[in-house]
């Protein structure tokens, strides 16, 4: 078995190309391509339909590769603790995170982090900004994001799931009533992320391939999620947000969920670095650090 294989195919699958995956890793498109090829003839299944127009995972390759990545996860993992037993691991890596990212998911990872690695510093840059990894400095970035994020020579590796859902107080619903479809929501007090356009949408997914589209009016817009679930907390109105943001407050009963058939948004978060290559041992440590505790604090 040639760990390489493994190695390469996860960044093919994950980089959704030959092409892409070469210029993140730095090596030839054809090394790549051989190492697929052998690891195909070693399992005795196509892994990868690819002609000059097309490229796409089969359901065997995306089994493969679940527990591929696992594996070299669990790999990097394990040089990670002997390098923190071997060498007294020190300097200085670069965070960046969205506020919600920061505020539900991070604040605790972090502390536990620097705690078991008093000679590391981490310094957090907290935006709701795209910013340039490279450009910026940034060791690694988390991005929460609906659909594909945009091609680029970045490693992006997926995290977890974060589903959304719609969340309001009880008394809100005991006031305004407790819809029981999508078209029931019409004319209900809303709360949007984000602050443009001042007009709001819930977008919703049933089973199968059923949506619905409701329109409301915001009366409260915001980047924040604090603001906006402490807003609905307050019976301001019904909100769309991460689950495991209102985790607490669900589970407390200071909010409930609207139509939990329903689920008003796929998302997940993925970490990003801009290389895999001359990574730092802080970096690694934080980046396993995260691939580790991060899916078990959204969990849902």
């Known amino acids: 078995m040639d760990l390489n294989d493994y190695y390469y195919f996860v960044h093919v699958v994950e980089k959704q190309g030959f092409a892409s995956a070469g210029r993140a890793l730095g090596v030839p498109k054809s090394r790549l ?4 090829a052998q690891l195909e ?6 892994l990868i339909q690819r002609t000059s127009r097309q490229f796409v995972v089969t359901d065997v390759g ?3 590769y679940n527990h591929a990545r696992t594996a070299l996860d669990a790999i990097e993992a394990a040089e990670t603790t002997v390098r923190q037993k071997t060498h007294d691991l020190s300097g200085r890596v670069r965070l960046s995170c969205s506020v919600g990212i920061a505020q539900f998911a991070l604040s605790r990872i972090l502390a536990d982090f ?5 000679k590391v510093d981490v310094i957090q840059n907290v935006t ?3 910013i340039d990894l490279v450009e910026s400095g940034m060791d690694i970035a988390l991005r929460g994001h609906a659909g594909p994020l945009p091609d680029s020579t970045l490693i992006q590796t997926k995290l977890a799931a974060t589903p959304w859902h719609l969340f ?3 008394a809100y619903l005991d006031r305004a009533g407790h819809p029981e479809t999508p078209d029931a929501l019409l004319g209900h007090a809303g709360l949007k992320i984000g602050w443009k356009p001042e007009t709001g949408q819930w977008t919703l997914h049933g089973g199968g391939d059923v949506t619905a589209s409701i329109p409301f009016q915001p009366r409260l ?7 906006l679930k402490q807003a609905a907390a ?4 019904i909100v769309a947000l991460p689950a495991y943001v209102c985790r607490d407050d669900e589970a407390s009963g200071r909010l409930v969920r609207v139509l939990p058939d329903w689920i008003a948004g796929d998302a997940q978060i993925s970490l990003l670095m801009p290389s895999r290559q001359g990574i730092l041992p802080a970096v690694e440590a934080l980046a396993g650090f995260l691939r580790r505790s991060l899916p078990e604090i959204v969990r849902t």
């Open 168 to 170: 309001a107080a009880p």
């Open 234 to 237: 307050r019976g301001l109105g």
């Open 33 to 36: 391509s051989r190492h697929i």
């Open 221 to 227: 817009c915001s980047d924040d999620m604090l603001s």
């Open 128 to 130: 709701n900004q795209a």
């Open 62 to 64: 995306m089994a493969f």
């Open 114 to 118: 620097l705690e078991e690695n008093p």
């Open 41 to 46: 003839d070693r399992l005795g299944a196509r």
